[in-house]
């Protein structure tokens, strides 16, 4: 479990940045549990097929998505709040990517890791389990990995929208 910090935090170089910094105070005040994960392999996004083709082949983003999950298995195994298996309560994912294709679209990025998660963090992405989720895409440096993800379980009633 780790404690929240969002890439460029010390220099606030994210494009929502008054919007991120609101969200990483007020989780620095509850300070919940949350497991966070840094990914430093380039992300390969969930994409179906276009004009006959995908633009990236199913086997590459099937091989990204098993070294995901090797990666946050690595991570669960350095703690015990996740020993028991997928996480039953309701949690919130926050995603932050910072690839350096200018075709990467957030959106399937996140689809891809949801799905390379389930029956690790929990038992499928449906919304019984995935309360919310929050996607944001930042400029690539060297010192930050191209995708991070935080999992934090929720224990109260989130508002209906």
């Not at 083709?53 to 298995?73: F, G, N, S, T, Y």
């Not at 992405?125 to 010192?143: A, R």
Request: proline share 9%; with cysteine.
């Amino acid at each position: 479990m780790d404690t929240a910090r969002i890439p460029g935090e010390e220099d606030s170089t994210t494009d929502c940045e008054g919007t991120v910094s609101s969200l990483w105070s007020i989780l620095k005040i509850l300070n919940p549990p949350m497991l966070h994960v840094a990914i430093w392999e380039e992300p390969i996004p969930w994409a179906r097929m276009r004009g006959g083709h995908a633009r990236w082949k199913p086997e590459d983003l099937r091989a990204w998505q098993d070294h995901v999950r090797d990666v946050v298995l690595q991570e669960i195994a350095l703690t015990d709040a996740y020993a028991s298996g997928p996480y039953e309560d309701p949690s919130v994912m926050v995603l932050a990517f910072a690839t350096k294709s200018k075709k990467f679209d957030l959106d399937n990025g996140a689809k891809a890791i949801l799905d390379a998660l389930k029956h690790v963090l929990y038992p499928d992405d449906s919304k019984k389990y995935i309360k919310g989720l929050i996607v944001f895409g930042t400029e690539p440096h060297d010192d930050q990995p191209p995708v991070q993800l935080w999992h934090l379980p929720v224990t109260v009633n989130l508002p209906s929208p």
